[in-house]
């Protein structure tokens, strides 16, 4: 195997400060979106006027873009599996299918959104609505940063700045990836599956 | 801690210095497994949202259950916490284990009921026996 898998660093604790620091961003954002996720389950049934979220989710459609984003961490995984073999055609082809999966997903959010809007549920309507929007919508901000992360490896490696030996920049951007993912997959029971 | 154990976690872990139970990651076959255990069971929960015979209790209970399932497979095989050393599982599961005390303390604190409390302590429990004790049927053969 080739690339940051047997690199050793020359680090206190041997191990590379940056994975250190991004387990470390990622433990602080298990608090934020903890924080969010509580926050929505404490006004949770509490609105005095619709809609209700029985009213506006639509629960086929989000279960279609929760299996979207479970297997774009399938597709990350691969991407990070292929560079740390040298694979660079592969390498592209899983970053490309990561980022393409995210955008279909932060689409499919915008749309909700829209329809959300349109049968009258906004930011400032009820507890729900401002709860949920603002859970969801950070959300979808980090998904939308990891797709410019993933665009962005995909355009070094295509200008050959993104050798084997680097590999650990994917597998940084891929931490960043699954991280969003068991976010939505606890967003997704909590607040969509689990009845008021 | 020792300074046998304080060796043993900062020691240099490439290849060479993984135990042979860890030193084989996981390729694109197993990956794909994983993927397709997580799609049952996001199936399974979309089919227990349209379950009218069972309590809502039962219900909510399972949905936690299945939802522990995936995020631990994610966390363990997706983002190797399961290989690689133990002190990123560490610096997760005290990030977690914050963010889940916040949310029973505001749970509490504001009366959004003990069900809701109970089932996020045995998320918890489920949580961080999956992440220290790595339980032996969770571990490559």
Same mark, same amino acid.
């Given at each position: 195997?080739?690339?940051?898998?047997?690199?050793?660093?020359?680090?206190?604790?041997?191990?590379?400060?940056?994975?250190?620091?991004?387990?470390?961003?990622?433990?602080?954002?298990?608090?934020?979106?903890?924080?969010?996720?509580?926050?929505?389950?404490?006004?949770?049934?509490?609105?005095?006027?619709?809609?209700?979220?029985?009213?506006?989710?639509?629960?086929?459609?989000?279960?279609?873009?929760?299996?979207? %984003?479970?297997?774009? @961490? #399938? *597709?990350?995984? !691969?991407?990070?599996?292929?560079?740390? +073999?040298?694979?660079?055609?592969? $390498?592209?082809?899983?970053?490309?299918?990561?980022?393409?999966?995210?955008?279909?997903?932060?689409?499919?959010?915008?749309?909700?959104?829209?329809?959300?809007?349109?049968?009258?549920?906004?930011?400032?309507?009820?507890?729900?609505?401002?709860?949920?929007?603002?859970?969801?919508?950070?959300?979808?901000?980090?998904?939308?940063?990891?797709?410019?992360?993933?665009?962005? %490896?995909?355009?070094? @490696? #295509? *200008?050959?700045? !993104?050798?084997?030996?680097?590999?650990? +920049?994917?597998?940084?951007?891929? $931490?960043?990836?699954?991280?969003?993912?068991?976010?939505?997959?606890?967003?997704?029971?909590?607040?969509?599956?689990?009845?008021? | 801690?020792?300074?046998?154990?304080?060796?043993?976690?900062?020691?240099?872990?490439?290849?060479?210095?993984?135990?042979?139970?860890?030193?084989?990651?996981?390729?694109?076959?197993?990956?794909?497994?994983?993927?397709?255990?997580?799609?049952?069971?996001?199936?399974?929960?979309?089919?227990?949202?349209?379950?009218?015979?069972?309590?809502?209790?039962?219900?909510?209970?399972?949905?936690?259950?299945?939802?522990?399932?995936?995020?631990?497979?994610?966390?363990?095989?997706?983002?190797?916490?399961?290989?690689?050393?133990?002190?990123?599982?560490?610096?997760?599961?005290?990030?977690?284990?914050?963010?889940?005390?916040?949310?029973?303390?505001?749970?509490?604190?504001?009366?959004?009921?003990?069900?809701?409390?109970?089932?996020?302590?045995?998320?918890?429990?489920?949580?961080?026996?999956?992440?220290?004790?790595?339980?032996?049927?969770?571990?490559?053969?």
């Amino acid at each position: 195997m080739t690339g940051d898998a047997v690199h050793v660093p020359h680090t206190a604790t041997g191990l590379d400060n940056r994975k250190l620091g991004m387990w470390a961003f990622l433990g602080s954002e298990c608090l934020f979106f903890g924080s969010l996720i509580a926050t929505y389950l404490l006004y949770r049934g509490r609105s005095i006027q619709g809609p209700f979220p029985e009213d506006v989710y639509d629960i086929p459609y989000t279960s279609v873009s929760s299996f979207v %984003l479970l297997m774009s @961490s #399938l *597709t990350m995984v !691969l991407a990070l599996h292929a560079i740390q +073999r040298g694979d660079h055609r592969r $390498l592209r082809a899983w970053l490309l299918a990561t980022a393409l999966l995210g955008i279909t997903f932060v689409g499919g959010q915008v749309f909700e959104f829209t329809v959300f809007v349109r049968e009258g549920l906004t930011l400032s309507r009820n507890l729900f609505g401002s709860s949920f929007f603002v859970l969801t919508g950070f959300h979808g901000a980090h998904v939308t940063m990891g797709i410019l992360m993933l665009l962005t %490896l995909y355009g070094m @490696s #295509l *200008t050959g700045r !993104l050798p084997a030996e680097r590999a650990l +920049r994917v597998e940084l951007v891929g $931490l960043y990836w699954h991280f969003v993912d068991i976010v939505w997959i606890v967003i997704f029971t909590v607040v969509y599956l689990i009845p008021t | 801690m020792s300074t046998e154990t304080e060796r043993q976690e900062f020691e240099p872990r490439g290849e060479a210095h993984l135990p042979a139970e860890d030193q084989a990651h996981p390729g694109p076959r197993e990956y794909v497994m994983i993927a397709i255990v997580l799609a049952i069971v996001t199936g399974m929960e979309v089919a227990l949202f349209y379950v009218d015979f069972l309590s809502s209790t039962v219900v909510v209970t399972a949905l936690l259950l299945l939802m522990t399932i995936k995020f631990a497979l994610v966390v363990l095989w997706f983002m190797h916490l399961r290989f690689d050393p133990p002190v990123f599982k560490r610096l997760f599961v005290t990030g977690l284990a914050l963010a889940l005390s916040v949310f029973l303390v505001v749970m509490l604190t504001f009366g959004a009921g003990v069900v809701p409390a109970v089932l996020a302590v045995a998320f918890v429990l489920v949580l961080l026996g999956l992440f220290l004790a790595r339980p032996r049927f969770l571990r490559r053969a």
